[in-house]
């Protein structure tokens, strides 16, 4: 049973020689309990690719962005050994492994608290919008930070967050301005800030059913889409700080940013 395993799985790999393919084929027309093990594989295979594949979708946390940065290249290339299973049910069993077990064991070296993996939700449409607009210098924002007064008013009166302007000065942070964004079909207020080197660092906030008030925020690290994020939610909004991958101080500022908002 154990070389069949191995052959079904070579023969769903295509991995097979065409007279040892034939046989395959024929071994299956003339016994049920042979097609029966292939069914089975197929069908374990296809649901390893789903899982593999909506894995892929999610946003990566920021710490295993972050340690996989750091990662030496040329890793050693191990003797291939025999598969039971074909490849795809292999990446998926693996995954598996590593996300329960390997995942505990690693979830204190590698996921600081405050780290998860979720649903992008709105963050995706931010990080959209953060690609575009970060690049642009004379058209940053729609109305520029001499009109505070404005834009706490109209933002926060379209997005239904009452908040204030946040000094982040002491990061080397100077406010620019804001702008208005949908995200998940809802208004977005982001605020721009601006380093001395040119790096744009946003604040956005959107109204949330879920961000009741609470004694402390709890911060959450994610990398989406090549750029870092520092989110949280409180007194009925979501808030997230937003920059480019690998920028430091991000969760300093974020911190800053939920006292004086």
């Avoid at 020689?17 to 299956?28: F, K, P």
């Avoid at 025999?82 to 077990?101: D, K, Y």
């Avoid at 990080?127 to 058209?139: F, I, K, T």
């Avoid at 379209?158 to 302007?165: E, R």
Wanted: proline share 5%; charged share 15%.
């Amino acid at each position: 049973m154990k070389d069949l395993s191995i052959k079904l799985s070579a023969y769903l790999d295509g991995e097979l020689e065409a007279g040892d393919a034939l046989a395959i084929e024929a071994l299956l027309e003339a016994d049920p309990a042979a097609q029966a093990e292939l069914d089975a594989l197929m069908a374990a295979d296809a649901m390893a690719q789903e899982q593999f594949a909506a894995v892929l979708r999610e946003p990566v946390p920021l710490a295993l962005a972050q340690k996989i940065k750091s990662s030496p290249v040329g890793m050693p290339v191990a003797r291939p050994a025999p598969r039971l299973v074909s490849g795809a049910l292999a990446a998926g069993l693996a995954l598996f492994i590593f996300g329960g077990a390997g995942g505990y064991l690693l979830k204190d070296q590698i996921a600081p608290s405050g780290t998860e993996v979720a649903s992008a939700g709105w963050l995706s449409d931010i990080a959209d919008y953060h690609a575009v607009y970060a690049g642009q210098q004379r058209h940053l924002v729609e109305v520029a930070a001499d009109e505070a007064d404005h834009i706490q008013t109209w933002l926060g009166g379209t997005v239904g967050v009452a908040f204030s302007i946040p000094d982040l000065s002491q990061f080397g942070l100077t406010f620019e301005g804001g702008r208005l964004l949908v995200a998940n079909a809802k208004p977005v207020a982001q605020l721009m800030y601006r380093l001395a080197d040119g790096t744009v660092i946003a604040l956005c906030l959107q109204s949330s059913a879920n961000g009741g008030a609470a004694p402390a925020p709890e911060f959450k690290q994610q990398t989406i889409k090549g750029f870092d994020f520092v989110s949280w939610k409180a007194d009925g909004a979501a808030y997230v700080v937003i920059g480019p991958g690998g920028q430091p101080n991000l969760t300093g500022i974020a911190a800053l940013a939920a006292r004086e908002v």
